[in-house]
């Protein structure tokens, strides 16, 4: 059973930066493609973004495209999330999430706990 633990998450100034940690345990993490999504109050989980699982491509939601960086290091089982310009709509829990095979927005077979990040104005 894989499992994912995200980490890094907190309270930012807008226009500040955070980067976000998620480590996976339990199974072959470098056969898997992973993402990034995001739940604010009151809307659906959403999609950030995903990197494919030798890290040569990723994709981002327009909304954070330029702004947002996602990477992964096989070699210790870990992606991240470098979030920059963070604005205030950048608010949400922020859930990590793992499949096997080619990158895609969903679906998404192991997820994390989630940890929150919260920009204020």
């Known amino acids: 059973q894989v499992q994912l633990v995200e980490s890094g998450g907190g309270l930012v100034q807008a226009g500040g930066s955070l980067r976000l940690s998620c480590a996976a345990s339990g199974g072959t993490f470098s056969s898997y493609s992973m993402g990034w999504f995001r739940q604010a109050p009151g809307k659906e989980r959403a999609f950030v973004a995903g990197?494919?699982?030798?890290?040569?491509?990723?994709r981002y939601a327009d909304s954070v495209e330029g702004r947002f960086t996602m990477s992964r290091d096989n070699a210790k089982n870990t992606v991240y999330l470098q979030m920059n310009s963070l604005k205030p709509e950048d608010t949400a829990v922020y859930y990590c999430?793992?499949?096997?095979?080619?990158?895609?927005?969903?679906?998404?077979?192991?997820w994390g706990q989630g940890t929150q990040v919260t920009v204020s104005s």
């Open positions: 990197i494919s699982w030798t890290g040569g491509s990723a």
């Open positions: 999430a793992g499949r096997p095979g080619a990158l895609v927005i969903a679906p998404y077979d192991y």
